[in-house]
């Protein structure tokens, strides 16, 4: 079970620090990922990190600004965004996977609940 936290209301260029608990100890050995969704659109990748954290990745859009990271002893993944924009503005989901690639929503077996971040402008 992942419970995603941290969203809220924020004004651009302002930061946020999403946190995702997992209940499970088993949680080290998931890849664990970011996703969004936006009014109206489809949800989409933002940022994904291997089990052992060697591998991350993020979308084009957030590369520079966002950072995702975790704490396997604490269960824990992370995603600290810095410099938000208004086109941030979306529910933030967390999810888990154990396949090799990872990039995309069918990867994920477990999913969050979901957060929501609102950049004003």
């Known amino acids: 079970q992942l419970q995603a936290y941290g969203g809220g209301l924020v004004q651009a260029g302002g930061s946020l620090r999403l946190s995702c608990a997992a209940s499970?100890?088993?949680?080290?050995?998931?890849?664990m990922g970011w996703f969004r969704q936006a009014p109206g659109k489809e949800r989409e990748f933002v940022a994904a990190i291997s089990f052992s954290s060697v591998t991350r990745y993020y979308t084009d859009s957030v590369k520079g600004r966002f950072t995702i990271s975790r704490d396997n002893a604490e269960n824990t993944a992370y995603l600290q965004m810095n410099s938000l924009k208004p086109e941030d503005t979306a529910i933030y989901y967390c999810?888990?996977?154990?396949?090799?690639?990872?990039?995309?929503?069918?990867?994920?077996?477990?999913w969050g609940q979901g957060t929501q971040v609102t950049v004003s402008s």
């Open positions: 999810a888990a996977s154990q396949r090799t690639s990872y990039l995309t929503e069918v990867a994920y077996h477990y």
């Open positions: 499970e100890r088993t949680f080290r050995y998931y890849n």
